[in-house]
């Protein structure tokens, strides 16, 4: 398991490995939305905490189907399904990696990003714990659609359409608790919850994710 | 035919939208079920010969 | 008389041939009636009006486009435990007829919602709900159609439903939760059945009654047709390898 993350790890990190794409992916989503709704700093601050979730979501499910693709086409999928270690923790080690390399980055970027959208200064650290809680279960979610859809030749819009709509819970508790920060409030109710939400999908969701690759190896 | 008031557009934009849908999606399985029929009768008479 | 039996295929179909047109003609017999009572024969409602004609058709597809999905998660349970091949045709054949459904309470709600609020859409959490649900109908009948090997699809288009049926009952209640947290006054829904009067639920009943049959006649004829699809399927196989062999 530990050999698996590692190996994920470097191979993310070796040149054309990805990392880094999703990190400038939410930069460039982020600048984007200004252009979209124009220039003024109230209506940005408003809407800052909505935007860097969504942003940070899509980013994150931009290199959601690497997590088997390529282990699928080589050959070694199968390999790891037949090693010693159960294909639960192969899943779990994978996604993990994944959140390594998406998730960390994004939740640190954040707070530039969040200066350019001008958010409220009390808001800050909750961005970050909220993103910091959440990626790990947009990551494992990520790697249950990248496991359905790992047999399909360019799964990958049909990847983010199955994966979307699973999201919408982890976004709505991540965004209220940033935007309940930036209007004052606690923020202790979103977070427990969003931690909740982390914590059974990580504990259930390699369950089903290690099934179905079953079925797709088959 | 009830005097529908200001909801007329409405109750009757619902009533042809749904009974739209509901046709439209009877049609599509009934004519679905038909060429898949028939198909497949062609195939078992070409198994028997 | 077990569902059990049913798991032949040929017996599924020696069945529900007949029954197929009967279905068809009280479900669609039914609606006609309820419709007409509904449309004619109900007076205006106090505070909506004659725009409360809309309930006759918005509750029960809303009611069905729910129920449709569990149908579909009940039929995919099925098929994973037990291998019922024609549960997972099943829940393949209901899952158009639900996304309709849904389509159906999404626009007479739009209807409505104009008519009685002053606006087509409002972000309240069974809206919400329901937009989401649709979404879910799209993912999971992409997934039947990307996949060409028909019992892969079936498994995972299965695990889908079952992982999606989780997420979607925790997004109505995120829904909820979320709505709350942007405007308080979500008094704007209109509960349908706690203040519908007899003379409205009368005819509401015969309307649910109507839309649940049709949705059992479209489901059975739409499953035969997946049955008839598949084994032209295994037929064609089988002849092209007897070809080989010749």
């Given at each position: 398991m530990k050999a698996v993350f590692v190996r994920d790890l470097r191979l993310a990190f070796r040149a054309g490995g990805g990392f880094g794409l999703a990190l400038a992916f939410f930069l460039i989503v982020v600048i984007l939305v200004p252009f979209g709704v124009g220039p003024e700093t109230a209506v940005l601050r408003r809407i800052a905490p909505g935007i860097l979730w969504v942003a940070a979501l899509l980013a994150c499910l931009l290199s959601l189907d690497r997590i088997f693709a390529l282990d699928f086409e080589d050959g070694s999928l199968p390999l790891l399904a037949t090693a010693p270690v159960p294909l639960e923790g192969v899943v779990l080690a994978k996604a993990a990696a994944h959140w390594v390399v998406t998730g960390v980055p994004l939740a640190c970027a954040a707070p530039a990003l969040a200066f350019l959208l001008n958010m409220e200064g009390g808001a800050y650290l909750t961005l970050v714990m909220s993103l910091a809680i959440g990626t790990p279960a947009l990551s494992m979610i990520g790697a249950f659609g990248a496991a359905l859809t790992v047999g399909i030749k360019r799964g990958g819009l049909l990847l983010s359409l199955l994966v979307l709509p699973l999201y919408v819970p982890v976004l709505i508790f991540g965004a209220s608790a940033v935007r309940r920060a930036a209007d004052g409030l606690s923020v202790a109710t979103p977070l427990l919850i969003?931690?909740?939400i982390t914590l059974v999908v990580v504990a259930v969701m390699p369950l089903a994710a290690a099934a179905v690759l079953r079925i797709n190896l088959r | 035919m009830p005097d529908l008031g200001i909801?007329?557009?409405?109750?009757?934009?619902?009533?042809?939208?749904?009974?739209?849908?509901?046709?439209?999606?009877?049609?599509?399985?009934?004519?679905?079920?038909?060429?898949?029929?028939?198909?497949l009768e062609k195939v078992e008479q070409d198994g028997q010969d | 008389m077990s569902i059990w039996e049913y798991a032949n295929p040929k017996k599924f179909t020696a069945t529900v041939t007949p029954i197929i047109p009967w279905a068809f003609g009280i479900g669609l017999g039914l609606?006609?009636?309820?419709?007409?009572w509904g449309?004619?024969?109900?007076?205006?409602?106090?505070?909506?009006?004659?725009?409360?004609?809309?309930?006759?058709?918005?509750?029960?597809?809303?009611?069905?486009?729910i129920n449709a999905w569990v149908m579909m998660l009940v039929a995919s349970l099925i098929w994973v435990i037990r291998r019922h091949h024609v549960s997972a045709l099943a829940a393949k054949a209901a899952a158009p007829v639900g996304m309709v459904m849904t389509v159906i309470a999404l626009a007479t709600g739009a209807l409505w919602g104009q008519a009685t609020w002053g606006t087509w859409w409002v972000?309240?959490?069974?809206?919400?709900?329901?937009?989401?649900?649709?979404?879910?109908?799209?993912g999971y009948l992409a997934l039947w159609e990307a996949i060409p090997d028909p019992d892969t699809a079936a498994d995972l288009t299965a695990i889908m439903c079952i992982v999606g049926s989780v997420f979607a009952f925790l997004s109505r209640y995120a829904a909820i939760y979320w709505a709350q947290g942007l405007h308080q006054d979500a008094s704007l829904s209109l509960d349908a059945e706690e203040n519908v009067?007899?003379?409205?639920?009368?005819?509401?009943?015969?309307?649910?009654?109507?839309?649940?049959?049709?949705?059992?006649?479209?489901?059975?004829?739409?499953?035969?047709?997946?049955i008839a699809k598949r084994r032209t399927?295994?037929?064609?196989?089988?002849?092209?390898?007897?070809e080989v062999r010749v």
């Open positions: 969003l931690g909740a | 909801y007329a557009f409405a109750v009757l934009a619902s009533y042809a939208v749904t009974l739209v849908l509901l046709a439209g999606l009877i049609g599509l399985s009934l004519r679905q079920w038909r060429v898949v029929k028939a198909v | 609606l006609v009636v309820g419709l007409i449309f004619f024969f109900t007076p205006a409602e106090n505070r909506q009006g004659e725009s409360v004609k809309i309930i006759y058709l918005h509750v029960p597809s809303a009611f069905l486009a972000w309240d959490p069974r809206l919400t709900s329901f937009l989401i649900l649709f979404l879910f109908y799209l009067s007899d003379v409205f639920w009368q005819p509401l009943v015969l309307c649910l009654v109507a839309f649940g049959v049709l949705f059992v006649a479209l489901v059975l004829l739409r499953t035969r047709t997946e399927l295994a037929l064609q196989a089988r002849q092209r390898r007897a």
